[in-house]
């Protein structure tokens, strides 16, 4: 596995809460992803980021922040989480930009909001 | 923009018999199509991508551009074939564009 991690990999939470996810890298690779797993909807991206503090939206950014202070690490916020942001949250890095860039994928983090 | 649909779920095959999951895409450039696996308790992996033209575990797909499709195929399927597989577009310039996945199960 490519050295990505993810903390925690479980956390259950209240409605309104904020919580913060964490991905951290030692492959030193640029592009860094955050995603969603829901079933019937696949993985959806939720922000990217191509270098320190450089970020931009996905699909599906609304209720979401991200920040990379380092190159190793991309945190993902949900300021006030909804019962709708229960999923599973996939980080993922990648070499290179978009068409020739394989991405490698952490272990995923289960978030439940009750 | 770039939309990938994967219009089965849940397949369920016997060991030894063949497999086909299919993927559809709608993109009017030339895109670059992936497979991506994810078996039990492991992560989420490349598995092919067209561009390799390879076989990886017995696997191969197939870009065709006037159906629009990527089809991963198998001519045996093993029971450790069971597993998400996810169909995946990259359009030029752009990002990793995933479809709903399918549960493949492969029963003894």
């Known amino acids: 596995d490519a050295g990505i991690t993810q903390s925690p990999r479980h956390k259950v939470t209240e409605t309104g809460t904020p919580v913060t996810l964490r991905c951290h890298q030692t492959?030193?690779?640029?592009?860094m992803y955050w995603y969603r797993q829901d079933p019937g909807h696949g993985l959806r991206l939720i922000h990217y980021s191509y270098g320190v503090k450089d970020t931009d939206k996905g699909e599906v950014s609304d209720g979401y922040s991200v920040s990379r202070s380092k190159t190793e690490d991309f945190l993902l916020t949900l300021e006030s989480a909804t019962s709708s942001q229960t999923s599973v949250y996939f980080c993922?890095?990648?070499?290179?930009?978009?068409?020739?860039?394989?991405?490698?994928f952490g272990p995923g983090t289960r978030l439940t909001v009750t | 923009a770039q939309r990938v649909t994967q219009p089965e779920k849940l397949l369920s095959v016997f060991k030894g018999a063949p497999v086909e999951l299919k993927c559809n895409y709608s993109?009017?450039?030339?895109?670059?199509l992936f497979w991506y696996v994810q078996y039990s308790r492991q992560r989420l992996q490349l598995l092919l991508r067209?561009?390799s033209r390879e076989s990886i575990k017995g696997f191969t797909a197939d870009l065709n551009k006037g159906e629009t499709s990527f089809h991963l195929k198998k001519p045996f399927a093993q029971e450790e074939d069971s597993a998400m597989y996810y169909c995946a577009l990259i359009a030029s310039g752009s990002r990793l564009t995933f479809g709903e996945g399918t549960q493949l199960t492969v029963n003894p």
């Open positions: 993109y009017s450039g030339s895109p670059e």
């Open positions: 067209h561009i």
């Open positions: 993922a890095i990648s070499e290179q930009r978009g068409d020739r860039g394989e991405q490698y």
């Open positions: 492959e030193n690779h640029r592009y």
